[in-house]
Nanobody, 127 residues
Framework: QVQLVESGGGLVQAGDSLRLSCAAS????????MAWFRQAPGKEREFVAA????????NYADSVKGRFTISRDDAKNTVYLQMNSLKPEDTAVYYC????????????????????WGQGTQVTVSS
């Protein structure tokens, strides 16, 4: 398994942008599907975005489509989440997750689909 460390969270105003990073340690990072989830107080953890091992496939929650972009740099063992046009309802703790898939295009959109998690980074969007 990989170990994941998120960074880049903070307090911003509505309409601003943030870029989250998730640094992975461990072998074969390029063979992992990577995802971002978020959890607001009192709510369940929800899917935000995922990217497969070859960067050929991404998927997004409807609530972030057109505003958020997931990407990865396998040379740096890092996955990113670029968040634009932030809204107060985007306020949550954002978690990075990883699943070893080999050369598969499978990118789960549920928390149970991932075996490795970071500690989370807080994103707060004020109105």
């Amino acid at each position: 398994q990989v170990q994941l460390v998120e960074s880049g969270g903070g307090l911003v105003q509505a309409g601003d942008s943030l870029r989250l990073s998730c640094a992975a340690s461990g072998r074969s990072f390029s063979m992992y599907a990577m995802a971002w989830f978020r959890q607001a107080p009192g709510k369940e953890r929800e899917f935000v975005a995922a990217i497969n091992w070859s960067r050929g496939s991404t998927n997004y929650a409807d609530s972030v489509k057109g505003r958020f972009t997931i990407s990865r740099d396998d040379a740096k063992n890092t996955v990113y989440l670029q968040m634009n046009s932030l809204k107060p309802e985007d306020t949550a703790v954002y978690y990075c997750a990883a699943r070893y898939t080999g050369i598969s295009y499978f990118t789960p959109s549920t928390p149970s689909g991932y075996g490795s998690w970071g500690q989370g980074t807080q994103v707060t969007v004020s109105s």
